[in-house]
């Protein structure tokens, strides 16, 4: 193996390798083929131990990042899992489904490759699974406090963990079968296989935190009686309210929310039952509008589903492939980055604006379009104008649209009640998570606006921070 000091100049980056499309497009397992622990341990290499390192900066969670890199260069995995285990609740998702905002302040990354610090962590957090090193996180000792947590997504299940094993009883009330949120029920499972959340569902369980699925807040039980039997309730329920696209044909049946369509077959997946129509691609023109995860999301599985032709609109322009002045390093950049889905067949259209959904008969046909272009003023704002004689239509069966999303939830118990709501409609809180409600805290997305993974776990550990000093203070 070439020598630490010169590692990063001797070793090219080397990613994970993926299934053939012909193979993978036929099921929802994993697309990803991990490297072996030797290649592994020559990526950690790379890593130059930087006297100033920026990668644990951009890293929300403040990943320990050098430190188990060169754990894992010297073939100390165990050690390096015990140093990722300080910062991380649970690195086998993030080493997952993170956009990895720690490569992006690679100081190697400003004119090489950056460390493949994602993958490293997936091996990691896999090699102790293997081994057996991961144990649940049971309490010596316990209070007598008991914490209520609305909602089994990352944010969630991050305040239950810390909370019991800080020696609180922890009770998670879940509304779906099963634990996960959005983690679960909107990214596919190709892309974080189901088994991993189930894994560590079970650790936790076995550390003493119970979780109560199938139970909505609101129907099943009440707010105010959880504030009575618990001595903290946090919510943690995310940001559910997808974006609408209101042009004319809206109410067209064979048009939906990325969100449902995503659910959906993550429940057919696993048997669950569910509302509605199917929502299947199989020989369907399908149109996913949107271009970010979530509409590559829709695109892979469409592709599975059997769709016979996917297209995927975004208004905004095609981002760069590396940084400009604009995006100067170590800020996380927004450039173009192809995925697995995209590679498994869809046509990219940038800059179209979706005008009108055509139909025949109440069901989707077709949409009307129009190239757009953004023009920079002086005020350095964008402004978006319609290219004139670039209008089309287009023949569609089917259409996502996975336009982001708006705000938690307000239907059932968040409207009813009375929990001050921010300007954006997310549950409004102090800057110790507690909402208008006394003993009431919120976490995660429901809190802050749809944001990822990575900092929903941040914002459920410190809300169970938060939670924790609140109630030893009070003892």
Known sequence: MSSKLTGFMDIERKNFSNRSISDRVKDFDSVNIPLTESEMMAQANRCMDCGTSFCNWGCPLGNLIPEWNDLVYIGDWEGAYHKLALTAN????????????????????????????????????ETAFENGWIQPRTPKVRTNKKIAVIGGGPSGLAAADDLNALGHRVTVYERELRVGGLMRYGIPNYKL????????????KAAGIIFVNGMKIGRDIKLETLSKEYDATIMACGTW?????????????????????????????????????????????????????????????AN????KKVYQFEILPKPLICRDE????????????STTAHEEG????????????LGKEGHLSGIRGIKVEWIKEKDDRYHLTELEGTGFEMDVDMVLIAAGFLHTEHDGFIGKSGISLDKSGNVSTDDKHMTSLKKVF?????????SLVVKAILDGKQAAANVDRFLMRCE
């Not at 296989?193 to 936790?204: A, C, Q, T």
């Not at 599975?304 to 769709?307: C, F, L, P």
């Not at 869809?346 to 959904?357: G, L, Q, R, S, Y």
């Open 90 to 125: 649970f690195p086998e998702f993030t080493g997952r489904i993170c956009p990895s905002l720690c490569e992006a302040a690679c100081v190697l990354g400003v004119n090489r490759d950056a460390v493949s610090i994602r993958e490293i962590e997936q091996s990691i957090v």
């Open 193 to 204: 296989d189901k088994s991993i959340i189930e894994r560590r569902v079970d650790l936790m």
């Open 241 to 301: 309210v997808p974006r609408d696209l209101n042009i004319p044909g809206r109410d067209l049946k064979g048009i939906y929310f990325a969100v449902d369509y995503l659910s959906q077959q993550t429940k057919k997946y696993f048997g669950e039952k569910f509302e509605g129509e199917d929502l299947n691609a199989k020989d369907k023109v399908v149109l996913v509008i949107g271009g970010g995860d979530t509409g590559a999301d829709c695109v892979g599985t």
């Open 304 to 307: 599975r589903q059997g769709a």
């Open 326 to 337: 604009s995006m100067p390093w170590p800020t996380y950049p927004k450039l173009y980055k």
């Open 346 to 357: 869809c046509i990219n259209e940038w800059e179209v604006a979706t005008k009108e959904f």
């Open 442 to 450: 919120a976490a995660g997305d429901m809190r802050t606006g749809q």
